[in-house]
């Protein structure tokens, strides 16, 4: 009894100090601590000068899409791919380490329209889940950047994911169709941003470090009743004015069938 007594006490011991990352994809009932499966993996690893990051490059990037899905190029004149976009995932989609060396950049300078594409779902679905990799860069007091916008099929707003600088305090931002909820952050840093949307429902938002640590996790109700269908990528909205430094975006993941939260690192 003493000996199994200190198992227990031992394995507990484990798991109080695993990584949480891995704790969470556990509790998800993934495969294994380290494989988790996705409907979709868009890995950016292509090179692509700005104004040419083309529908062709971006669906043969598309890992694991099932029929019906689109990636499609969109106004996008500022969206290029760079090195420096570049970060590896700590889990393997599909069971598929991380092994690309490029990523996702849109300059804001002298930007004046949007910088997007569009990834489509193969049909309407009540919920989904999206993670990604963003770094934040030192953007001005009040500025606003919608950066990743959630549609119905009729380009509908379902929700967004935002970054933005609020009197000093540089913030990540879910907006529903209920408000907001904000996570502080810090500039010129790596992030894994996840976000689940469900219809009328209560949607989550959570931010993780490069090392898979939670920063903060929050919720917002939403009550517009639209279904899900597409995901705006980039800068989705026309800012009426901008800064001159690059964000940079990797590795986006999709889950519509379960819409598994939270979803990677």
């Given at each position: 009894?003493?000996?199994?007594?200190?198992?227990?006490?031992?394995?507990?011991?484990?798991?109080?100090?695993?990584?949480?990352?891995?704790?969470?994809?556990?509790?998800?009932?993934?495969?294994?601590?380290?494989?988790f499966t996705v409907d979709v993996w868009e890995t950016f690893d292509f090179t692509a000068t700005a104004g040419n990051v083309t529908t062709t490059l971006l669906e043969a990037n598309d890992n694991y899409a099932t029929t019906g899905y689109t990636a499609v190029q969109d106004t996008q004149t500022k969206m290029s791919t760079s090195t420096s976009g570049e970060q590896t995932l700590i889990n393997r989609p599909g069971g598929v380490s991380d092994t690309g060396t490029r990523g996702l950049a849109i300059d804001l300078t002298s930007l004046s329209a949007t910088s997007t594409a569009h990834f489509n779902c193969p049909s309407d679905t009540n919920s989904v889940s999206v993670g990604f990799w963003f770094r934040t860069a030192a953007i001005s007091d009040t500025r606003t950047y919608e950066i990743a916008l959630f549609q119905n099929a009729g380009s509908d707003f379902c929700m967004s994911l935002n970054f933005r600088n609020d009197g000093g305090t540089y913030k990540l931002r879910q907006t529903t169709s209920d408000g907001?909820?904000?996570?502080?952050?810090?500039?010129?840093?790596?992030?894994?941003?996840?976000?689940?949307?469900?219809?009328?429902?209560?949607?989550?938002?959570?931010?993780?470090?490069?090392?898979?640590?939670?920063?903060?996790?929050?919720?917002?109700?939403?009550?517009?009743?639209?279904?899900?269908?597409?995901?705006?990528?980039?800068?989705?909205?026309?800012p009426a004015a901008t800064d001159s430094v690059t964000l940079y975006y990797d590795d986006l993941l999709f889950v519509w069938n379960g819409a598994i939260f939270p979803l990677g690192p």
């Open positions: 009894m003493k000996i199994l007594l200190a198992l227990l006490l031992s394995a507990s011991g484990l798991f109080a100090q695993a990584d949480y990352s891995t704790l969470l994809l556990l509790s998800n009932s993934q495969t294994s601590g380290t494989n907001n909820s904000d996570v502080n952050v810090s500039a010129n840093t790596w992030y894994w941003l996840t976000a689940k949307y469900v219809r009328n429902g209560t949607c989550s938002f959570s931010v993780y470090t490069t090392s898979g640590s939670l920063v903060s996790a929050v919720t917002k109700t939403d009550s517009n009743n639209r279904v899900f269908n597409r995901l705006r990528f980039g800068i989705t909205t026309a």
